[in-house]
C-alpha cells in the first residue's frame, strides 16, 4: 500500500519505489530505501511527514504514493 494510506505512528517497512529513476534516486538521498523503516507521523493536507533514519521529513502526498510500505 502508498505511504499516504498507512496508519500513523506505526513502524512500516519500505517494498517498493515507484517512479523515474530520477524521483526513486531523490527518494532514496532522503533516506527512503528498499528494505528501511519509515514511520508516518502526521498528514497535513497535501503534505506527510515521516521519519526516516532519526530525521523528520516533509514530503508531498505525490511522493508518499511512490512509497510502498
Known sequence: MPLNYAEEDKVLTIKKLGGSPEIRQHLENLG???????????????SVIVKVKESRIAIGAD?????MV
Do not use: D, K, P
Not at 528501511?36 to 502526521?42: E, M, S
Open 32 to 46: 527512503f530505501t528498499v528494505g528501511g523503516t519509515v514511520t508516518l507521523i502526521n498528514i497535513l493536507g497535501e
Open 63 to 67: 511522493m508518499a504514493r511512490r512509497i
